[in-house]
């Protein structure tokens, strides 16, 4: 689920089985998945390695900047590089 596919062209995509595959500032690996519906907006990032999760419920429609929030309150719970 957290590996990059692959077009028929053979170009790798930053999309796993569901996931967005993604890396933050300091080049380490995120996961994350978002969604919403009418009135809500979510963004649920994993950072593997660490077993850091961080979710985000919002009352919100189209909310900007959610998938980064997520990664930056989940960083601060990762060890310093």
């Not at 850091?52 to 719970?77: C, F, I, P, S």
Request: hydrophobic fraction near 40%.
């Amino acid at each position: 689920m957290y590996e990059a596919g692959a077009l028929t062209d053979g170009r790798r995509t930053d999309y796993g089985f569901g996931w967005r595959l993604l890396r933050d500032e300091h080049n380490r690996r995120w996961v994350a998945h978002s969604g919403g519906a009418v009135g809500g907006a979510t963004c649920l990032s994993h950072h593997p390695e660490h077993g850091v999760a961080v979710a985000l419920l919002t009352n919100a429609e189209d909310v900007k900047g959610l998938e980064a929030l997520a990664m930056r309150l989940g960083a601060m719970l990762l060890p310093p590089d």
